[in-house]
């Protein structure tokens, strides 16, 4: 089989690198790709959002798959592209169309759907610049932190949490009236704020069965604690202390069923992964946020736990046989470190060599933003790997990520040193009392 995976982030590399192990692949092409998915397949440079493009490759390397790993071409629509192609309509896509997309391409969309179909999730009011009243007044119902979400896409930077209620409202105006994200903030989303845990879920489904993948914590924010702006990522561990049997269970039959269903109810076909980001409050499970692919750099702890064939699940998601295949994992715990540019998540540079990769061991290293340039591997971006590695239990697999990180360097580099201590100290907790 060949297939095309569209991306070229740590996700795609994950994804390439799963990809390449099965005995079903023959040619594998990452469009762009990175450092990393170079060393699993062909990168092919062209614009992706180009969706004639898209096809005279896929016509031209007799692609058989295209799995779309960001959201963006999603909900650009590029699967109705695919399917509305009479040249290319054997073409399996792994994906979600347009209408499905909105999930994640419209937070006041996603919000409706969960409301519509009884998915708990924080309490909502959705604002345009010609209510901006109301949304004040909104605000001034509810208790700091204050939430704020551009409903469209915009790069992850969409959200706000504000702990005071006039820069709230300053940001909301901000937001309506400025366009301080574009069209992504023609509506804003104001949404409680629920205290707890976070953790992400992972589904694939063939929109009427579904088999769910090892779940995962993430860290957001650049500074140690959780402090500083949000980032794409510094890190993720899996499996989760807290997300125990009977809560995985109120997660299947609360917020995954009711979702699956959902989509059934209101005609939208589904083909693809659903990332369902949670909040565990006092050990109930509440929607954050829906997206309509795989996260990152979730990918990179859950994929390397997942034992089961990637192209025989997708190929089951295709075939709507996902209720026939069993999905397995490993038992270890996976810990990943995201090494990250000086700078970032603001103004960074790039360009600088990075040294040492060949110096670490027992380990899996996800490239994001770097290059290949001259026999180097170069920064081209402000994540720019992940440090991944296995073990039986959490602290060892940490301390194997942060040895080999300590391995690598490049000019400004900067990494978290505090990943997962807080489910350490869960843990520890837990086993006391």
Not at 81 to 103: C, H, T, Y
Not at 243 to 255: G, S
Not at 282 to 302: A, K, S
Not at 349 to 373: H, M, P, R, V
Request: aromatic letters at 8%.
């Amino acid at each position: 089989m060949n297939i095309l995976l569209i991306g070229s982030g740590g996700r795609e590399h994950a994804l390439a690198w799963k990809l390449k192990q099965s005995s079903k692949l023959n040619t594998l092409f990452i469009a762009p790709g990175n450092a990393g998915t170079a060393s699993c397949g062909t990168n092919l440079y062209f614009d992706v959002s180009d969706f004639g493009k898209v096809k005279s490759c896929i016509l031209d390397k007799n692609i058989n798959m295209l799995v779309v790993g960001p959201e963006a071409p999603l909900v650009e629509g590029i699967r109705d592209f695919i399917e509305g192609d009479a040249e290319l309509k054997n073409v399996m896509v792994i994906g979600p169309g347009k209408a499905g997309a909105q999930l994640e391409g419209s937070k006041d969309f996603s919000k409706a759907f969960m409301q519509k179909h009884n998915i708990p999730t924080a309490a909502y009011q959705s604002f345009t610049k010609n209510n901006l009243e109301q949304g004040y007044a909104f605000l001034e119902t509810l208790s700091a932190p204050y939430v704020l979400k551009a409903d469209g896409l915009a790069a992850g930077k969409g959200v706000l949490i504000l702990e005071d209620l006039q820069e709230a409202k300053d940001a909301l105006k901000e937001m309506l009236v400025n366009e301080q994200f574009g069209a992504a903030s023609n509506t804003v989303v104001i949404e409680e704020f629920l205290k707890g845990e976070e953790v992400s879920v992972f589904v694939l489904t063939d929109g009427e069965n579904y088999v769910v993948l090892p779940e995962a914590h993430d860290y957001k924010r650049i500074g140690e604690n959780d402090t500083g702006p949000n980032t794409g990522g510094m890190g993720a561990i899996s499996p989760v202390p807290f997300a125990n049997d009977l809560f995985m269970q109120k997660v299947t039959d609360q917020i995954i069923e009711p979702t699956i269903s959902g989509l059934q109810k209101d005609g939208i076909p589904y083909c693809g992964f659903i990332f369902i980001g949670l909040m565990n409050v006092d050990g109930n499970p509440f929607v954050i946020e829906y997206n309509v692919r795989m996260g990152d750099p979730e990918t990179e702890v859950v994929i390397p736990r997942l034992k089961t064939d990637l192209i025989d699940l997708f190929e089951a998601a295709h075939n709507k046989t996902l209720n026939k295949i069993s999905i397995e994992f490993d038992t270890r715990t996976c810990a990943a470190v995201m090494l990250v540019s000086g700078g970032y998540p603001a103004s960074y540079e790039k360009g600088f060599e990075i040294s040492g990769i060949e110096n670490t061991s027992d380990c899996n290293l996800f490239y994001a933003g770097a290059k290949n340039e001259n026999g180097k591997v170069i920064t081209n971006g402000g994540r720019v790997l992940a440090v991944s590695a296995m073990a039986n239990e959490l602290e060892d697999a940490l301390q194997k990520a942060y040895n080999n990180a300590e391995k690598i360097s490049f000019e400004k580099m900067n990494y978290r040193i505090d990943i997962g201590k807080d489910l350490l100290q869960h843990r520890t907790a837990k086993l006391s009392g």
